[in-house]
């Protein structure tokens, strides 16, 4: 029996055609679409172009907007299980965290694995197709919290920038977690040595990288946020933490270490282009400065901030200044949502209160998503449009009732409130199709996740 050889049969390649509108994050020009290929962008094609060889298939998007997948910076899976949870509704960030606490404590494995793919699930229909995670929670029997998160990542399909957090101050010890909430430092190093180990990848199209994340200056001592430093570099991984959130966080830092956020990030050795921060609120001219200098990076949380009242960070300040921004949803529990593109609209609002219509415009805020989120994570391979990058779409239709009467395809994606993406693809496969994920009960996970998300506060 005769047999073909493997060249015999022309690779699949994929044309992207002539979308409604097009975000490359870059102004190259894709109006006719873009050529996929083993998983990456081979080709942008010009508007009225034909791809320069033979495709094996195309995709007729001309009733789409074609962006890059978003990529969030910033959340807290396991919080989707606390959403709108009543006793926390009005308060600011200090008296939140301690009423939350008690209940994140009682978090199990089987909580921890619907929360994440809940999360998961609620970003890709928002068209993001890679998410950082701070997960810093490691009570009794959930020692395995990361691996689980590992395993959700891998079976829904997307990227991932996973960090293993830490608490080691306790209340005790004049900081605000609850003493079954911190761990000792060698148990942490030994943890995220391990993590390391088993699960990050490296170069272009990694699916699931692991970083370091002591979670805050009310939370951890200096000496683990020195250790987890040497170790990131020894490891050449990445760094993460919250900071310059609130002012009581700011007050805090005076009061504990003597020193204002940025000053303390120098000290133990965080200030510098490995690192990536959350939130960022609270910078003077001076610390913008140092951050754009060291190429620290800041992950703008708007919905977050607005929810908790912390207050307008100075985005636009910190990206003129060399500050890679990106964007992040932060936790479901103050959020309360994990919506991406929804999250560009609350930063081109936001940021307008305190810049001005004419300084952030949607192309602004698209580009913090899109290629300065990729910027924040340390990666070039994502978050733009462009031959030889991952092939990681967003693709959203405009014939819902809220976009009728709208004009410009780009700027009605976020003017006109679009929630929900009706293809995401990730390495060249499609993983929403018509705006649903193929193979996921979303009715049951929604039904296990509810009656977790009762449990949980009720104590039982």
């Not at 606390?82 to 509704?89: C, D, I, L, Q, S």
């Not at 197709?129 to 891998?154: C, I, K, N």
């Not at 300084?359 to 924040?376: D, H, Y």
Request: hydrophobic share 45%; proline share 5%.
């Amino acid at each position: 029996m005769q047999t073909s050889s493997p060249a015999a049969f022309p690779a699949a390649r994929i044309w992207i055609r002539n979308p409604l509108a097009v975000f490359t994050a870059n102004r190259l020009d894709a109006s006719g679409g873009l050529v996929i290929e083993a998983g990456r962008i081979t080709e942008l094609v010009a508007a009225g172009g034909r791809p320069a060889a033979p495709v094996t298939s195309t995709f007729d998007a001309s009733a789409h907007v074609l962006l890059p997948g978003l990529i969030n910076t910033h959340h807290h899976f396991y919080q989707t299980l606390t959403r709108a949870w009543a006793p926390v509704v009005n308060t600011p960030l200090f008296p939140w965290l301690k009423n939350l606490y008690p209940v994140w404590a009682r978090l199990s494995p089987e909580d921890l694995e619907l929360a994440t793919t809940v999360a998961l699930a609620e970003l890709l229909r928002s068209g993001c197709t890679t998410a950082a995670d701070h997960h810093y929670l490691f009570p009794d029997g959930l020692e395995q919290a990361v691996d689980v998160q590992v395993s959700a990542v891998r079976r829904l399909g997307m990227r991932a920038m996973l960090t293993r957090g830490s608490m080691t101050l306790g209340e005790d010890d004049g900081g605000l977690p609850p003493r079954a909430t911190v761990q000792a430092a060698e148990v942490i190093l030994a943890d995220s040595e391990r993590l390391i180990g088993a699960y990050h990848e490296r170069g272009d199209g990694a699916v699931i990288q692991i970083g370091l994340a002591p979670c805050s200056p009310f939370s951890v001592t200096q000496e683990i946020m020195k250790a987890s430093a040497a170790l990131a570099e020894a490891h050449d991984v990445r760094l993460h933490t919250h900071l310059a959130e609130t002012m009581d966080e700011e007050a805090f830092c005076l009061e504990m270490f003597g020193l204002r956020t940025v000053d303390y990030l120098e000290s133990v050795g965080w200030l510098g282009d490995r690192t990536w921060l959350a939130h960022g609120v609270h910078f003077n001219d001076s610390e913008i400065a140092r951050l754009g200098a060291a190429g620290t990076a800041v992950a703008h949380c708007p919905t977050s901030n607005m929810r908790l009242a912390s207050g307008i960070g100075r985005m636009a300040e910190l990206e003129d200044a060399g500050v890679p921004v990106g964007l992040g949803v932060d936790g479901s529990a103050s959020n309360d949502a994990s919506n991406l593109i929804l999250e560009a609209r609350q930063a081109l609002y936001l940021q307008r209160l305190r810049y001005g219509a004419e300084a952030i415009t949607p192309e602004r805020a698209l580009g913090w998503a899109t290629r300065g989120s990729a910027r924040a994570l340390g990666r070039s391979d994502i978050g733009e449009l462009a031959p030889g990058r991952q092939a990681d779409l967003a693709l959203f239709r405009l014939d819902d009732l809220r976009f009728s009467g709208s004009h410009d395809p780009l700027s009605a994606l976020l003017l006109c409130g679009a929630d929900r993406a009706d293809r995401v693809m990730v390495g060249g496969e499609w993983k929403v199709v018509d705006g649903e994920l193929p193979g996921l009960d979303l009715e049951e996970l929604t039904a296990r996740h509810s009656e977790a998300a009762r449990r949980l506060v009720a104590g039982g």
